[in-house]
């Protein structure tokens, strides 16, 4: 059913959600988005920071595992 949706009804469908909430509302709505995808692309890249970080420190301490229980 999607896939016969053309660029015409596309536009059709663009301005009735226009003409429904609004040219504030939808800029808006698009705002809290982007910054919400913003924030998810942050949450992602301190994520792989981490990871990273607790690999390097992994692989820094070569002190074997009886060692590390007697200190």
Avoid: H, Q, W
Avoid at 15 to 42: C, H, N, P, Y
């Amino acid at each position: 059913m999607l896939n016969n949706i053309g660029l015409p009804g596309l536009l059709l469908i663009a301005v009735v959600v226009l003409v429904l909430f609004g040219r504030g509302k939808i800029s808006g709505l698009m705002g809290e988005v982007g910054k919400g995808i913003t924030a998810f692309k942050k949450g992602v890249d301190d994520g792989k920071k981490e990871l990273e970080d607790t690999a390097a420190d992994d692989a820094k301490d070569v002190t074997p595992a009886e060692e590390k229980d007697k200190a």
